[in-house]
């Protein structure tokens, strides 16, 4: 059995992490509350960019033509993925849960013959999936340095993307995110981007005359690498929200846990104080017995 | 009748401005400028560097706008930008940081057409706005 000097120590120690565990539970708190608010205030501009893009793909005559961003290159051989992770740990299930949804898709092309092409987004991403997809990994990407969540960078990961999609080196763009649900559910997503899902540009049932200037294909091809930035940031503020709820759930059972040791903890302590001390009076009744 | 309709000027991060009493928005649109007004034809097209003109009752803004794409429709003017500025608040020495970037850029030699215009554009605004 431990002595009791043991115990007080690791008493302690349980302690201090429980207090470490709920100060990153508050931030995580105060956190998320911001990163909400961020993914709320953004989500007008990816619907609005969503509603001209519908519009215009439904309004264009000839799909033959149609920008090869909306359209697709024709084949269906090499998938870029990009996986969305955090920069920190600490967060739960948050980077794992990601990574397993897009393991499972890897896998599931690699079984299909098709080639795959991996860019991270976050460290922590990089990290779990370098030792098995180390010769995939194309690009990897961090913005441990940004605070906040900002648009330049998810132009910067989508220059990305865009440029190797004009040299041809991949046909199928794949993003993966964990989407914010709530507090206790975030939902890993994958989400195409390259080329545009036809089952969201397969709503018709209210074509508008638009007047376009300058013609379709020229505002499609302007804006369809700027739905690419929209979807991509749009996906980072769900992730950061996602992010601080994870962790701050991750955080809240950890401090229970604490919590929970540390009772176990005393009554451990108690119970062998007072077995010491009842060895003790043992012995000394036993030795004014004998004289 | 009431001559005033919706503008919604959008950011990705947020919502810009939404304003129920516009008579009259000029946008710097990339074929040339185009003054709105209510009931107008259904439109979307897209923004080159210049001066958004807003006009309403109370009298009239100025936003210096780099890109961005808009669209009229039921007389709901959206205006989707990524960088958009008032100009009476603009930072001074963020319209000369990017006059000299924007000129570093045009001094490149493997411009197109429509690119450097474009630059060049970019650079006659913001000199205009330094200038006032």
Redesign the interface.
């Known amino acids: 059995m431990a002595s009791l000097d043991d115990l007080k120590k690791r008493i302690l120690s349980v302690k201090s992490t429980q207090k470490i565990t709920k100060a990153m539970k508050m931030v995580a708190a105060a956190k998320l509350k911001r990163a909400q608010e961020n993914a709320e205030k953004g989500r007008p501009y990816s619907e609005k960019m969503n509603n001209i893009i519908l519009n215009l793909s439904s309004g264009i005559s000839d799909k033959e033509n149609a920008p090869k961003l909306l359209a697709g290159t024709g084949n269906d051989k090499v998938h870029l993925c990009v996986v969305l992770t955090s920069d920190r740990g600490l967060c739960g299930g948050f980077n794992s849960n990601i990574i397993k949804k897009a393991k499972a898709y890897f896998s599931k092309i690699t079984s299909e013959g098709k080639n795959l092409k991996i860019i991270t987004v976050g460290s922590k991403g990089y990290d779990q999936l370098k030792r098995q997809y180390n010769d995939k990994i194309v690009n990897k990407i961090s913005f441990k340095e940004s605070k906040n969540i900002n648009f330049f960078d998810a132009e910067k990961v989508s220059k990305i993307i865009i440029e190797s999609f004009q040299k041809n080196e991949f046909d199928v763009c794949i993003i993966f995110y964990n989407k914010f649900k709530n507090v206790i559910t975030q939902i890993p997503q994958a989400q195409q981007i390259i080329p545009l899902k036809s089952s969201e540009t397969g709503d018709e049932n209210e074509k508008d005359n638009y007047e376009f200037e300058p013609e379709e294909d020229e505002i499609l091809g302007n804006l369809l690498p700027k739905n690419i930035s929209t979807q991509i940031f749009k996906a980072m503020l769900e992730n950061s929200a996602s992010e601080q709820g994870s962790r701050m759930s991750a955080m809240d059972n950890a401090t229970r846990n604490a919590g929970e040791m540390v009772d176990k903890l005393t009554i451990q302590y108690n119970r062998s104080r007072q077995a010491a001390i009842t060895k003790e009076l043992i012995e000394i009744i036993s030795g004014a017995e004998s004289l | 009748m009431s001559e005033e309709f919706k503008l919604?000027i959008?950011?990705?991060?947020?919502?810009f401005l939404s304003k129920e009493d516009v008579t009259e928005v000029l946008v710097p649109?990339?074929?040339g400028d185009?003054g709105i007004l209510k009931d107008h034809?259904?439109?979307?097209?897209?923004l080159k560097p210049g001066i958004l003109k807003v006009f309403s009752k109370n009298g009239e803004d100025k936003y210096y706008v780099e890109d961005g794409?808009i669209?009229f429709?039921d007389n709901i003017l959206?205006i989707?930008t990524?960088s958009i500025f008032n100009v009476d608040k603009i930072d001074r020495s963020y319209l000369s940081q990017s006059l000299s970037d924007t000129e570093k850029l045009l001094s490149k030699e493997d411009l197109d057409d429509q690119n450097r215009f474009l630059i060049s554009q970019k650079i006659d605004v913001l000199k205009s706005i330094t200038s006032n």
């Open positions: 919604e959008v950011n990705p991060e947020k919502s649109a990339y074929e185009m034809i259904s439109i979307i097209s897209f794409i669209e429709k959206s989707l990524s």
